[in-house]
T-cell receptor, first 112, second 112 residues
Framework: EDKVVQSPLSLVVHEGDTVTLNCSYEVTNFRSLLWYKQEKKAPTFLFMLTSSGIEKKSGRLSSILDKKELFSILNITATQTGDSAIYLCAVTPDNQGGKLIFGQGTELSVKT | NAGVMQNPRHLVRRRGQEARLRCSPMKGHSHVYWYRQLPEEGLKFMVYLQKENIIDESGMPKERFSAEFPKEGPSILRIQQVVRGDSAAYFC??????????FGPGTRLTVL
């Protein structure tokens, strides 16, 4: 069965800290891995990764994929209170029309 | 370009009633996906539709749930004879091709 596991499930840090969120997956015919940020509304798209070793970067956020070890990390540097959210990792199996298989999410809380 | 729109945002039904959730995809997007988020759980895929076609309904409960995406108008997720266990947030996502999905704000269904 296709599966996505995120760790940790929750994390509390102080402003300015750097955090690393983990996502491991087991899926037949992997196509892509996506990261979303969910506050009290719609999940907001962050990154889509398809190739190993190529870092995607957007401001203080970056992500990388390792297709050999079947995991991805999401890094957030110089965290701010606005980064507090649930971060979701999802995988798209190939040949399944693009449906997303989500992990449980990591709840990040950034304190002042 | 307006994002994915869902209505209503909040819906309260009594057990046995019907719930109709609507989703208007982003302009130019012909692929629509529905997901359900139960309390304390991750997002779970329900169904994938293109215009007038159900492509993958492997995540839909076998009874009481149906979905459509007509040639004109929004996609509809219909739940007949709702039960308390149907209480959840229902998210719709759309994409121009089976690729990065953009999510709507969700409909929070409460069954009394």
């Amino acid at each position: 069965e296709d599966k996505v596991v995120q760790s940790p499930l929750s994390l509390v840090v102080h402003e300015g800290d750097t955090v690393t969120l983990n996502c491991s997956y087991e899926v037949t015919n992997f196509r892509s891995l996506l990261w979303y940020k969910q506050e009290k509304k719609a999940p907001t798209f962050l990154f889509m990764l398809t190739s190993s070793g190529i870092e995607k970067k957007s401001g203080r956020l970056s992500s990388i994929l390792d297709k050999k070890e079947l995991f991805s990390i999401l890094n957030i540097t110089a965290t701010q209170t606005g980064d507090s959210a649930i971060y979701l990792c999802a995988v798209t199996p190939d040949n399944q029309g693009g449906k997303l298989i989500f992990g449980q999410g990591t709840e990040l809380s950034v304190k002042t | 370009n307006a994002g994915v729109m869902q209505n209503p945002r909040h819906l309260v039904r009594r057990r046995g009633q019907e719930a109709r959730l609507r989703c208007s995809p982003m302009k130019g997007h012909s692929h629509v996906y529905w997901y359900r988020q139960l309390p304390e759980e991750g997002l779970k895929f329900m169904v994938y539709l293109q215009k007038e076609n159900i492509i993958d309904e492997s995540g839909m409960p076998k009874e009481r749930f149906s979905a459509e995406f007509p040639k004109e108008g929004p996609s509809i997720l219909r739940i007949q004879q709702v039960v308390r266990g149907d209480s959840a947030a229902y998210f719709c996502a759309s994409s121009p091709i089976p690729d990065t999905q953009y999510f709507g704000p969700g409909t929070r269904l409460t069954v009394l």
